[in-house]
């Protein structure tokens, strides 16, 4: 599907079931502009018994319901298996990134690779491109297009999947930003990229993708706090320097999430309270205590907070919004982590969504 508008909006998630839930709550104006980059978390693994706690068969299975509960036939949707790459096959000889893309076909889903695909991935890819209708995401990090000379890695990646521009989507991909790093070679080098890249007409789409959410978030004696959305700021800068004929990227990002996705030993880290709620000029924190010690009331405390700042949209903004009052009004339960996690990236989907767009 070739996506020429720049006010179309690219959502990197992470497959797990707070992002999927967010996704299957959204408006029906977000999603028509909004495309999805499903990155499948890793196999789930038990410290105690130092063991994974499902098969790789089982863990593609329970990914794939989820997401056919939250989406609606031809989505048009890409998977990625960055997370799976060292994973066993399948029982019968499937790759992970084969067998989703088979379990998920009905969806409208599309293979996502990196710059650095294993042979096995570029097989699937192939086999992929070559049917009809056939597309691919090719996600480049800054190690490959902030170098001088990246035409010549794109060329080898087309070349080795067997696919023209006119099959593929680009992501010129920053990955993990931080505030602590001047952002202005980081813009110079996504401007460069775009104005270098040959052809630029022919690709499905082009964008500029990051995430800046933190690994962890400020203390709660820092909050709330607003942390600065460093991808949306080079996109804006960039998009301003291109010339009146230059085709504009489209946008992305990874919601409220970092890059990368941490499993970490449940039994050695402290969970605190919080909810992640993006507003123009950047994402505002706000953060309570230890929830062992001081339990999950503390979240209606926390969404009166949100309720009473200036950044807060109204209830009837996203399915998110409405859910953050309700709890601040003491209505219903305070959900768990991965209700906060459904809350906040439905509220920044549809933000970012309408955003774009012009609407905010």
């Not at 293979?111 to 996600?139: K, W």
């Not at 401007?191 to 800046?212: F, H, M, P």
């Not at 950044?311 to 903004?317: I, L, V, W």
């Amino acid at each position: 599907m070739r996506i020429d508008s720049h006010q179309h909006y690219f959502a990197v998630m992470k497959g797990k079931m707070g992002e999927l839930q967010a996704a299957g709550d959204l408006a029906d104006d977000v999603l028509e502009r909004t495309t999805f980059v499903w990155e499948l978390p890793p196999q789930p693994y038990n410290h105690e018994t130092r063991a994974y706690g499902k098969t790789v068969d089982s863990h593609i299975e329970a990914f794939s319901k989820r997401l056919h509960d939250a989406l609606p036939d031809e989505t048009h949707c890409f998977l990625d298996c960055r997370f799976l790459k060292n994973a066993a096959p399948l029982e019968n000889g499937e790759i992970p990134l084969q067998a989703v893309l088979r379990s998920c076909a009905d969806l409208g889903a599309h293979p996502s690779i990196g710059d650095a695909p294993t042979d096995d991935e570029i097989a699937v890819v192939r086999e992929h491109v070559g049917q009809r209708n056939g597309e691919v995401l090719l996600r480049l990090s800054a190690r490959t297009f902030a170098k001088i000379g990246f035409a010549m890695k794109l060329d080898e990646l087309l070349n080795s999947i067997g696919a023209q521009p006119n099959q593929c989507h680009l992501f010129f991909d920053f990955e993990q930003l931080s505030a602590e790093v001047d952002a202005s070679p980081q813009t110079f080098a996504a401007y460069s990229a775009i104005a270098g890249l040959r052809d630029i007409a022919e690709w499905l789409s082009v964008s500029i993708v990051g995430a800046s959410t933190p690994k962890t978030l400020p203390p709660a004696e820092q909050c709330p706090k607003l942390l600065p959305r460093l991808e949306w700021n080079i996109w804006r800068e960039v998009v301003s320097n291109l010339g009146q004929n230059r085709r504009i990227p489209s946008f992305g990002d990874y919601g409220v999430s970092s890059h990368n996705i941490e499993e970490l030993d449940p039994r050695l880290i402290t969970v605190s309270a919080n909810i992640r709620y993006t507003a123009a000029d950047g994402m505002w924190a706000f953060k309570g205590r230890s929830l062992r010690r001081h339990s999950f009331e503390q979240f209606r405390s926390l969404s009166q907070q949100i309720v009473q700042h200036e950044a807060y949209s109204g209830p009837e903004f996203s399915w998110g919004d409405k859910y953050i009052l309700e709890c601040a009004n003491g209505l219903g339960r305070t959900g768990n982590t991965t209700t906060w996690r459904r809350v906040g990236t439905n509220h920044h989907v549809s933000f970012v969504a309408r955003q774009i767009a012009g609407q905010i």
